[in-house]
């Protein structure tokens, strides 16, 4: 049995990740699964010379606590056990320190709603960092 990790990087959440995990688990492929969420640091886009890094980084974790939910309301109505966790920096970093860390057997990480330049970035860094086998949903 196979332990999956889903990361949410993105206010959009892991939609497509956790529908896909919730399949593998009926199918019983995957024992457990891991949600991670990483809040990307803030500073590193134009918003960081309007707004304060205090308004920031609350309006990024309201949006990223709506991504959580959806992406648990969809394991949890699959009855996926699952444990989360909220993690602070750059992306592709903490997947791969988190993959090699919890000894996941993969990563399913929704890019449906990444644009191809970013989605390509994220794959060739993931790809350089870890081990882990990294599966793109689009």
Known sequence: ??????PI?????A??????G???????????????EVLDEMGRDRS???HSPADLRISEKRAMRDALLQTRAILDDAGVPYTWKRVFGRPEYIIAACAERD???????????LG?????GVLS?????THTPVTLLQ
């Open 1 to 6: 049995m196979l332990k999956l990790l889903i």
């Open 9 to 13: 990087i993105d206010r959009n959440g």
């Open 15 to 20: 939609l497509e990740a956790a529908h896909h």
């Open 22 to 36: 919730a399949f593998l688990f009926a199918e019983r492929c995957v024992s457990e699964v891991e949600i991670v």
């Open 48 to 50: 960081a010379a309007f």
């Open 103 to 113: 000894h996941a057997d993969i990563v399913v990480l929704d890019a449906s709603h």
């Open 116 to 120: 191809v330049f970013r989605r390509w």
């Open 125 to 129: 860094r993931l790809r350089r960092l």
